[in-house]
């Protein structure tokens, strides 16, 4: 699997994309079921935007598995910040084929993850690794399907961008088609002082675009059987022009 390099990226992505303050959409879709199943599992927990906001729920502990170890130490930053926490996380550096529990849970979700597997084989190995930690009637939560889909090349673009005291952080990002479902993705991260360019870095990755029908195929090829879909985490049907989330279950 190659997936975006987050070494270097980890430490803008709060920064930038990340609202700490507030509570993220997943937040507030998975919380009654997060409540319901108490373990849970988040794949590809990044710096733990979701996973620190449902393991403060009474009751739920989240398994963040992350496999890139610039985005755990964030994670790890923040829980330092929590302690009372502690106890109710267990981060794991894996990627969500190869993470291994030892019981089953009644849910696991994954947000902006399926792109991160770029063949056919791995994201059936993805699938495969979340029905056998699903107990019967578990859920499965997975978004981004169909993101980017036939589109064009994106030219530079600003990604974010803000002004700490005397110092500015630019990231833009770009994007090369290399095929209807394997893009390029560059992304600039800047740091401007005085209207110079102080530091800069630059990293590339690709990623795929997973379209819905042969993820409804690989979902049945592994025994797990569509519940419901949406356009995003807000819960809004699904629409033909946005990317969908799908929820599944396991019989």
């Avoid at 997975?142 to 994106?154: F, I, K, P, R, T």
């Avoid at 569509?226 to 599944?248: C, H, K, M, N, W």
Wanted: aromatic share 10%; glycine share 8%; proline share 5%.
């Amino acid at each position: 699997m190659t997936g975006l390099q987050n070494s270097y990226h980890a430490h803008w992505y709060d920064l930038l994309w990340s609202q700490a303050t507030d509570v993220p959409q997943e937040v507030t879709f998975l919380r009654e079921w997060a409540i319901a199943a108490g373990r849970i599992v988040e794949i590809g927990a990044g710096t733990g935007r979701i996973a620190l906001h449902l393991a403060a729920m009474e009751g739920v502990h989240v398994y963040a598995v992350e496999p890139d170890a610039g985005m755990r130490s964030a994670l790890l930053t923040k829980l330092a910040q929590t302690p009372q926490f502690f106890s109710q996380l267990t981060l794991l550096p894996n990627t969500g084929a190869d993470f291994t529990l030892s019981e089953p849970v009644s849910l696991i979700y994954g947000c902006g993850v399926l792109f991160h597997f770029l063949t056919d084989a791995e994201q059936i190995a993805l699938l495969q690794n979340l029905y056998h930690h699903l107990c019967p009637g578990g859920r499965v939560v997975l978004d981004s399907v169909g993101l980017h889909e036939n589109e064009q090349s994106l030219p530079p673009t600003i990604a974010g961008e803000i002004a700490i005291g005397m110092t500015y952080y630019l990231a833009t990002m770009s994007r090369d088609v290399l095929a209807p479902t394997l893009h390029r993705w560059r992304f600039v991260y800047e740091i401007v002082y005085q209207k110079e360019t102080i530091e800069r870095v630059e990293t590339v990755t690709l990623a795929r675009v997973v379209r819905r029908q042969e993820l409804l195929g690989w979902l049945a090829d592994v025994g797990l059987e569509l519940e419901a879909e949406y356009a995003d985490f807000t819960g809004v049907p699904v629409q033909p022009d946005r990317p969908s989330l799908i929820v599944a279950r396991r019989p």
